[in-house]
């Protein structure tokens, strides 16, 4: 049964390929004859709908293969400077403008988790929905009380199509894995686990909503960044109600040039927000396309962000936490030399790795990044060049970090579109040294003994009986080491006069032996031989005699 579904949505895939004349999209890039050749040959070129820009197909094709394909042209949208301006413009409606469905399941759905009518919860309820994306839509909506809301809804039957994907995911990970020869190194079982795991958490709103609420609080009073409210009394498994923002999207450039945003202060408290979310709160947006943030342009000169969509946060452990706030630091130090020794100590390299070598390949990617503005660096090349490092020094991707590595990429992508000259490595330096000085030092020391002072204090009544049994257990333990030592110089006795002894059976032995060959020989040989065989033989019987006694 497993095999016939994945087969089936095998062909699904390749009819809605053929459908859009993906094939051909692909293909037409190539100059090759036998290509070219493949080309003419495929039902794409010949089927396709020829008043569809390739963007467009591109796009339609995503949206109709489900959420996996469509996160994935999410994040293709972010890379301008990856993908064609056509292309690009064409999957920046992914972001929010996924092919809606109708209003009346939406509704359906809502008085089904509440098990009341729709007019009972909401005064308005707006069927025709503000955005639309992968996993669920958006409708407006107002509650009794007059206050403005939104109402995120959960896509009908979407837990099915993103199990039957995910499948899919690790049939073709498996093949990776056993047949590629960087198959072992990329992890990609490993990786498709993660992946799954913060998708399938996606279709928890309740979950989103504790996200939201614990997001809220880390920047309670912040001048950077605005997180809406949790409606908890309206909020279910498949809706999520939440106060409504009002804001300009950050992808809409030529509304807040118009308006006279400071585009300089908005780049630079982006690359805050993120290292504060990241090393501050271990606990960061990982969904940070441009459909998921908004600009307050009320004072446009100080603008700050409004960030919505909260399905998918990232977490570090504190190694790995310490480990990439080092090799950041490091790297914007230009210490190719530190950021290759943490590689090794992290074990993200093998362990037979030359250092020397290791920090010159590092220094041939990093070093013409800097002192560059965003606009000025080849994004391509740099991923090429990475690419190329991991594969020569056998460097194993972390599943842990893909979230972390893709929250960056859509950090820096936006980068690129709201202020091209920023410097991403000079703006960062400050907090993370700022950051790096806190955990480590006297400062550091204080905040774990205020953190661990609840702890003690509840321990301190405990502390005489816990003395008491540790002098207790140490006393016990010097006994048995006593008894221990005096057993172990017995041993040892023992085991010197046994090697005595046999030093003597051995010697004795070789005597009598000798004694015996010599008195074997006939007397005309030498004269004095029966003498000294005689004398050989008696010392040997003495010998064997003593080690009798001892």
Same mark, same amino acid.
């Given at each position: 049964?497993?095999l016939?579904r994945?087969?089936w949505?095998?062909?699904t895939i390749?009819?809605v390929?053929?459908?859009y004349?993906?094939?051909e999209?692909?293909l037409?890039s190539?100059?090759?004859?036998f290509?070219?050749?493949?080309l003419y040959?495929?039902?794409?070129?010949w089927?396709?709908d020829?008043?569809?820009?390739r963007?467009?197909?591109l796009?339609?094709s995503?949206?109709d293969l489900?959420?996996?394909f469509?996160?994935?042209g999410?994040i293709l949208?972010?890379?301008r400077?990856?993908?064609?301006d056509d292309?690009?413009?064409e999957?920046?409606?992914?972001q929010d403008r996924v092919?809606p469905f109708r209003?009346e399941?939406a509704?359906r759905?809502?008085?089904?988790d509440?098990?009341?009518?729709?007019?009972?919860?909401?005064?308005e309820?707006?069927t025709?929905?503000?955005a639309?994306a992968?996993?669920?839509?958006?409708?407006?909506a107002?509650?009794?009380n007059g206050q403005?809301?939104?109402?995120k809804v959960?896509r009908p039957k979407?837990?099915?199509?993103i199990?039957r994907?995910?499948?899919?995911?690790y049939?073709?990970?498996?093949?990776v894995?056993r047949?590629?020869?960087d198959?072992?190194?990329l992890?990609?079982l490993?990786?498709?686990?993660?992946?799954?795991?913060n998708?399938?958490?996606?279709?928890?709103?309740?979950r989103?909503?504790?996200?939201?609420?614990?997001?809220?609080?880390?920047f309670t009073?912040?001048e950077m960044l605005?997180?809406?409210?949790?409606?908890?009394?309206?909020?279910?498994p498949?809706?999520l109600?939440?106060?409504r923002?009002r804001?300009?999207p950050?992808?809409n450039?030529?509304?807040?040039?118009e308006?006279?945003?400071?585009?300089k202060?908005l780049?630079d408290?982006?690359v805050?927000?993120f290292f504060?979310?990241v090393?501050r709160?271990?606990?960061?947006?990982a969904d940070m396309?441009?459909?998921?943030?908004?600009?307050?342009?009320s004072?446009?000169e100080?603008p700050?962000?409004?960030?919505?969509d909260f399905?998918?946060m990232?977490?570090?452990?504190d190694?790995?936490?310490?480990?990439l706030?080092a090799n950041?630091l490091a790297?914007?130090?230009r210490d190719?030399r530190?950021?290759a020794?943490l590689?090794?100590?992290?074990?993200?390299?093998?362990?037979?790795?030359?250092?020397?070598e290791?920090?010159g390949?590092?220094?041939?990617v990093?070093e013409?990044?800097?002192?560059?503005?965003?606009k000025d660096?080849?994004?391509g %090349?740099?991923? *090429?060049?990475?690419?190329? $490092?991991?594969?020569?020094?056998?460097?194993?991707?972390q599943?842990q /970090?893909?979230? =972390?590595?893709k929250?960056?990429?859509n950090?820096?992508?936006l980068?690129?579109?709201l202020y091209?000259?920023?410097d991403?490595?000079?703006?960062?330096?400050?907090?993370?040294e700022?950051?790096?000085?806190?955990?480590v030092g006297?400062r550091?020391?204080?905040?774990?003994?205020?953190?661990q002072l609840?702890m003690w204090a509840?321990?301190?009544?405990?502390?005489?009986?816990l003395?008491?049994?540790?002098?207790?257990?140490?006393k016990q333990?010097q006994?048995q080491?006593?008894?221990l030592?005096?057993?172990m110089?017995?041993?040892?006795?023992e085991?010197?006069q046994?090697?005595?002894r046999?030093t003597l059976v051995?010697?004795?032995s070789a005597?009598?032996i000798c004694?015996?060959?010599?008195?074997a020989?006939e007397t005309r040989? %030498?004269?004095? *031989?029966?003498?000294?065989g $005689?004398?050989?033989?008696l010392?040997?019987?003495v010998?064997?005699? /003593?080690a009798? =006694?001892s």
């Amino acid at each position: 049964m497993l095999l016939f579904r994945r087969l089936w949505r095998l062909f699904t895939i390749y009819r809605v390929v053929v459908r859009y004349g993906l094939d051909e999209l692909l293909l037409s890039s190539t100059s090759l004859p036998f290509l070219q050749l493949v080309l003419y040959l495929s039902p794409g070129y010949w089927l396709r709908d020829r008043d569809l820009s390739r963007g467009a197909r591109l796009r339609l094709s995503l949206e109709d293969l489900g959420p996996i394909f469509v996160k994935f042209g999410q994040i293709l949208s972010t890379r301008r400077d990856l993908l064609p301006d056509d292309i690009a413009l064409e999957l920046a409606k992914l972001q929010d403008r996924v092919k809606p469905f109708r209003g009346e399941d939406a509704q359906r759905i809502i008085e089904q988790d509440y098990g009341q009518p729709l007019a009972e919860l909401f005064a308005e309820f707006d069927t025709n929905p503000l955005a639309s994306a992968s996993v669920a839509q958006v409708h407006a909506a107002r509650l009794h009380n007059g206050q403005e809301v939104v109402v995120k809804v959960l896509r009908p039957k979407i837990e099915g199509q993103i199990r039957r994907d995910i499948e899919l995911l690790y049939l073709l990970a498996g093949l990776v894995q056993r047949y590629w020869p960087d198959g072992r190194r990329l992890r990609p079982l490993e990786v498709v686990q993660e992946f799954e795991k913060n998708l399938l958490e996606e279709l928890d709103l309740l979950r989103e909503a504790s996200n939201c609420a614990l997001l809220r609080r880390n920047f309670t009073d912040s001048e950077m960044l605005y997180v809406p409210e949790v409606e908890w009394r309206y909020t279910q498994p498949k809706v999520l109600v939440m106060e409504r923002i009002r804001g300009i999207p950050v992808s809409n450039i030529e509304q807040m040039r118009e308006l006279g945003v400071n585009f300089k202060h908005l780049a630079d408290i982006g690359v805050e927000i993120f290292f504060t979310q990241v090393f501050r709160d271990n606990f960061f947006h990982a969904d940070m396309h441009p459909g998921n943030i908004f600009v307050d342009v009320s004072n446009p000169e100080r603008p700050s962000y409004i960030a919505v969509d909260f399905g998918i946060m990232g977490t570090l452990s504190d190694q790995d936490q310490h480990y990439l706030a080092a090799n950041f630091l490091a790297f914007f130090q230009r210490d190719y030399r530190r950021v290759a020794e943490l590689h090794l100590r992290s074990e993200w390299v093998p362990a037979g790795t030359r250092v020397e070598e290791f920090e010159g390949a590092i220094r041939s990617v990093c070093e013409p990044m800097f002192d560059r503005p965003l606009k000025d660096i080849s994004f391509g %090349l740099v991923l *090429l060049r990475l690419f190329q $490092t991991a594969r020569r020094f056998n460097m194993e991707v972390q599943p842990q /970090l893909v979230l =972390l590595q893709k929250t960056l990429l859509n950090i820096e992508g936006l980068g690129r579109q709201l202020y091209p000259d920023l410097d991403l490595w000079k703006t960062a330096k400050p907090y993370l040294e700022r950051w790096m000085d806190e955990q480590v030092g006297a400062r550091a020391f204080m905040r774990g003994m205020r953190r661990q002072l609840p702890m003690w204090a509840e321990k301190l009544p405990e502390l005489p009986m816990l003395v008491h049994e540790a002098l207790t257990e140490r006393k016990q333990e010097q006994v048995q080491i006593k008894h221990l030592t005096q057993e172990m110089l017995q041993l040892r006795r023992e085991l010197k006069q046994q090697n005595e002894r046999s030093t003597l059976v051995v010697t004795g032995s070789a005597l009598l032996i000798c004694a015996s060959i010599i008195l074997a020989l006939e007397t005309r040989v %030498l004269w004095n *031989l029966p003498a000294l065989g $005689t004398l050989l033989g008696l010392i040997g019987v003495v010998l064997l005699l /003593l080690a009798s =006694l001892s």
